[in-house]
């Protein structure tokens, strides 16, 4: 991962850290080590960690005397054994309670190293003033370099207006570095998506943060996600070949909102997408995109035919050449809208008074609201592969009151996705900290996509991993929301996809 960070200072009204969530599905102990790297000094090391055999844990980052705070930093995990590991981070306003988490995401971390990075969907948003309709939208790239040589990365830019535009970034041996977007695609350019290419392999990963009007000290909301890893070649070839891409297909589970596909290739490209139900059939349809940018598709759910918003859905995209896919989702305040040039304290107008509550994680400094106050967002990539199992690491279903919270509630979801033309059969083993297993199963229909609620088959307020183990390719990922259990209002959320297993050795 390339984007780690443990802010705690009083000149930021922002709190955030973090953890990671590892998870031993084999029937070893695991001996870890994680080295954590800076932009301008040497890394530190967290060593001899150790996640017993069929086990998760999760290590807190403020925890650490390891990590250095107020410092940005990637991070490199080592195992003695396969391990499936993920970072998750928060973020809150200085002082407010645990429950009133402002932004909370999560990403699996990438098993690869490589020359090329992608990812799709691409902003940098800058309101030209307090009551114009978009919010503050800054983006940022972390790059890691664990290597021993210094590594010269060059991102290019690929905007919906065909403009291109490029930086070059020089990163020394095993150092990190945290970059403004601002300062390559300028403020609120035409959308685009992203090719990195890089003389050593390196990681890529994207960070947007959202805040309710410029100038706003306490971030809102904000996705966090490991770019899409492309081919390993010779950096020369990379920028004469004219078919560069990643892939070609792609799978998502989950109520996804906005499509964003970014066609990096020199070639016109037509997309088929197909949009997969509980209980209705599919139903499909299909869109060009130009060569060399990125389209996002704002209005998935009111394309013909029309998202049956009844139920969950997930889709597969199919392209004619190589591209990326990348989802978005998020909500706002249902009383947005009706709100405009309001200053906390001066009087709610009549429409919002009944819903008061759903204002009070604003906090009690004076900020102007606009009619789009996002809660939560989350992003992720598209998998790119089906797979008969897949895990992840981060699970837990708070149910108040807790250790951590009297109020905070977060039910969980795993999407599981069957496109293939076969009835699966899927096992869901659950592994906890303390060791424990449990274990659920269910028969997925063809062509069919099944939202489990996870708060019905795990022990809540335990920490645990899972694996999914189906008869046929799946697509499974994890989605998480957080509730006040004073307020109806989902106030964030949490999305990624699982990570395949194509050679399940611990089973």
């Not at 939208?137 to 021993?148: D, F, H, I, S």
């Not at 589970?253 to 037509?270: A, I, K, N, Y």
């Not at 400094?365 to 990539?381: F, K």
Request: with cysteine.
């Amino acid at each position: 991962m390339a984007t780690g960070f443990v802010l705690d200072t009083e000149n930021d009204q922002n709190y955030r850290t973090g953890y990671f969530a590892l998870f031993n599905p084999n029937k070893r102990n695991a001996r870890v080590v994680i080295t954590f790297f800076y932009e301008d000094q040497e890394p530190t090391q967290l060593k001899n960690y150790v996640v017993p055999a069929e086990c998760q844990k999760v290590i807190e980052w403020d925890k650490l005397s390891e990590i250095v705070k107020n410092k940005r930093w990637g991070a490199k995990v080592e195992s003695g054994e396969p391990l499936i590991a993920q970072e998750s981070h928060h973020v809150r306003k200085r002082g407010d309670k645990p429950e009133f988490v402002r932004s909370q995401c999560t990403t699996m971390m990438t098993p690869i190293l490589t020359t090329l990075w992608y990812y799709a969907d691409g902003v940098y948003i800058m309101p030209r003033d307090h009551v114009h309709r978009r919010m503050f939208e800054p983006e940022m790239v972390g790059l890691l370099n664990p290597n021993r040589r210094e590594a010269e990365v060059t991102m290019i830019t690929y905007h919906t207006n065909k403009d291109r535009r490029e930086a070059t970034f020089k990163l020394p041996p095993e150092r990190s570095k945290w970059v403004d977007l601002v300062d390559v695609v300028g403020k609120d350019p035409p959308h685009f998506g992203a090719r990195f290419i890089s003389t050593e392999p390196v990681v890529v990963q994207q960070e947007r943060q959202v805040y309710a009007v410029p100038g706003s000290p306490v971030q809102r909301s904000d996705f966090n996600e490991i770019a899409v890893p492309g081919p390993m070649h010779d950096i020369d070839t990379l920028r004469e070949m004219p078919y560069v891409g990643a892939y070609n297909i792609g799978y998502f589970p989950g109520p996804d909102s906005l499509l964003v596909v970014f066609d990096p290739t020199r070639h016109d490209t037509v997309v088929d997408v197909t949009l997969y139900y509980e209980k209705e059939n599919p139903n499909p349809y299909s869109f060009g995109l130009k060569a060399e940018t990125s389209l996002a598709i704002f209005d998935l759910l009111n394309r013909q035919p029309p998202v049956i918003k009844a139920e969950p859905w997930g889709c597969k995209v199919v392209s004619t050449e190589p591209v990326i896919i990348q989802d978005l989702c998020g909500s706002g305040d249902p009383v947005s809208g009706g709100i405009s040039n309001y200053r906390w304290g001066k009087g709610l107008p009549p429409k919002a008074r009944k819903l008061k509550h759903s204002l009070d994680a604003l906090g009690t400094y004076e900020e102007e609201l606009t009619n789009h106050i996002t809660w939560n967002m989350a992003s992720r990539q598209a998998a790119t592969t089906l797979a008969k199992v897949w895990c992840y690491a981060d699970g837990m279903v708070r149910k108040p009151p807790t250790e951590y919270s009297k109020k905070l509630y977060t039910p969980e979801w795993a999407f599981i996705l069957n496109p293939t033309k076969r009835d699966s059969e899927v096992t869901v083993t659950l592994y906890y900290e303390d060791q424990t297993r449990g274990e659920h199963k269910l028969t997925l229909p063809a062509q069919r996509i099944k939202g489990l609620e996870m708060e019905k088959i795990v022990i809540p307020n335990k920490s645990y991993g899972a694996d999914f183990v189906s008869t046929e390719p799946i697509v499974v990922s994890h989605n998480k929301g957080f509730f006040n259990m004073d307020d109806p209002v989902q106030r964030d959320v949490q999305a990624t996809m699982a990570m395949p297993l194509l050679y399940p050795i611990f089973r």
